[in-house]
């Protein structure tokens, strides 16, 4: 279908205020100018506190005082170079309303300062430390879930691959699960929806300045991992974005998880770009995804 008239209003603005290409920037501009463009949430719940998983930060977001909640732990997107807990708090706060469980959201390391695996590492250690602290957080250890958008979908993706601890759920929004950038789409949607193929290109080669890993590593992108190990992975939800360079790899996926015998729902929305899930506040169907992603992972944490 036609872009979204709500997303087309968005790029317009966007477009209007004449930001640089990614690609031309430093990593430290782009933090910033996506730091400048994060509103605060108005969103409230019974607890959100800032603390140490296991010397990576993070922050924690409880619906309820209960003391039996299940737990989503979160990576948030950015290519591995941009985001934050900060510019991912309304989303990780919504989905924490809307699930009825705790949201644990992790502030990994970024490249270029520290690369690939520095990221990957520190998700797997906040993963294992909430598991071990669980009475701690008022969570049940045999309830937990990842999640995550863009490249904060391809750390949930490996993660569930690597399978630190056991998991219920991963949900996967506009995972990054081929560094290649070899689909169609990255021709189709290379430039002209805010996220674009050279962006994609500059972030990839930020993960990877470190020398260690490959494009084709499957905890780089784990459409490369094994029949084996994605049949031993969660059951997973993989959403797409029609106007995203992302979005083949990330039905690829969901369809080599559904090959493995995973049980896996996807859902492509229609007229959508790279990053809908976070602009809740500007288009109706970035609502609706995270209402869809919530009502997934609580039938997953609630069993």
């Given at each position: 279908?036609?872009?979204?008239?709500?997303?087309?209003?968005?790029?317009?603005?966007?477009?209007?205020?004449?930001?640089?290409?990614?690609?031309?920037?430093?990593?430290?501009?782009?933090?910033?100018?996506?730091?400048?463009?994060?509103?605060?949430?108005?969103?409230?719940?019974?607890?959100?506190?800032?603390?140490?998983?296991?010397?990576?930060?993070?922050?924690?977001?409880?619906?309820?005082?209960?003391?039996?909640?299940?737990?989503?732990?979160?990576?948030?997107?950015?290519?591995?170079?941009?985001?934050?807990?900060?510019?991912?708090?309304?989303?990780?706060?919504?989905?924490?309303?809307?699930?009825?469980?705790?949201?644990?959201?992790?502030?990994?390391?970024?490249?270029?300062?520290?690369?690939?695996?520095?990221?990957?590492?520190?998700?797997?250690?906040?993963?294992?430390?909430?598991?071990?602290?669980?009475?701690?957080?008022?969570?049940?250890?045999?309830?937990?879930?990842?999640?995550?958008?863009?490249?904060?979908?391809?750390?949930?993706?490996?993660?569930?691959?690597?399978?630190?601890?056991?998991?219920?759920?991963?949900?996967?929004?506009?995972?990054?699960?081929?560094?290649?950038?070899?689909?169609?789409?990255?021709?189709?949607?290379?430039?002209?929806?805010?996220?674009?193929?050279?962006?994609?290109?500059?972030?990839?080669?930020?993960?990877?300045?470190?020398?260690?890993?490959?494009?084709?590593?499957?905890?780089?992108?784990?459409?490369?991992?094994?029949?084996?190990?994605?049949?031993?992975?969660?059951?997973?939800?993989?959403?797409?974005?029609?106007?995203?360079?992302?979005?083949?790899?990330?039905?690829?996926?969901?369809?080599?998880?559904?090959?493995?015998?995973?049980?896996?729902?996807?859902?492509?929305?229609?007229?959508?770009?790279?990053?809908?899930?976070?602009?809740?506040?500007?288009?109706?169907?970035?609502?609706?995804?995270?209402?869809?992603?919530?009502s997934l992972v609580k039938s997953a944490l609630d069993a």
């Amino acid at each position: 279908m036609a872009l979204h008239p709500q997303v087309a209003v968005l790029l317009e603005g966007l477009a209007a205020l004449n930001i640089p290409a990614l690609e031309t920037q430093s990593p430290g501009d782009a933090r910033a100018g996506m730091a400048a463009m994060t509103v605060p949430s108005t969103v409230e719940l019974h607890e959100i506190r800032d603390l140490d998983a296991g010397g990576v930060p993070a922050r924690l977001y409880r619906p309820s005082a209960s003391t039996r909640l299940g737990l989503l732990v979160y990576y948030h997107g950015g290519g591995w170079v941009l985001g934050s807990i900060d510019t991912h708090d309304d989303v990780c706060r919504k989905l924490a309303r809307a699930t009825g469980h705790a949201v644990l959201s992790v502030d990994y390391r970024l490249a270029p300062e520290y690369p690939f695996p520095a990221p990957l590492e520190d998700s797997v250690n906040a993963l294992r430390w909430a598991h071990v602290n669980a009475a701690g957080l008022g969570v049940d250890p045999n309830r937990i879930a990842v999640g995550g958008d863009s490249a904060g979908g391809n750390l949930a993706a490996v993660v569930a691959n690597l399978a630190p601890v056991p998991l219920r759920y991963q949900m996967l929004i506009y995972p990054v699960t081929d560094a290649t950038r070899s689909s169609q789409s990255y021709v189709e949607n290379a430039e002209g929806y805010r996220l674009t193929a050279a962006g994609m290109k500059w972030f990839c080669d930020h993960y990877l300045s470190g020398g260690v890993g490959s494009e084709t590593d499957p905890r780089v992108s784990p459409l490369f991992a094994t029949e084996h190990v994605l049949a031993d992975a969660p059951p997973a939800l993989v959403i797409t974005a029609e106007y995203d360079p992302l979005r083949d790899e990330g039905e690829n996926y969901a369809q080599r998880l559904m090959e493995a015998g995973v049980p896996c729902a996807l859902a492509r929305y229609s007229g959508m770009i790279h990053g809908f899930f976070s602009m809740s506040e500007m288009v109706d169907d970035g609502m609706k995804a995270i209402e869809h992603a919530a009502s997934l992972v609580k039938s997953a944490l609630d069993a």
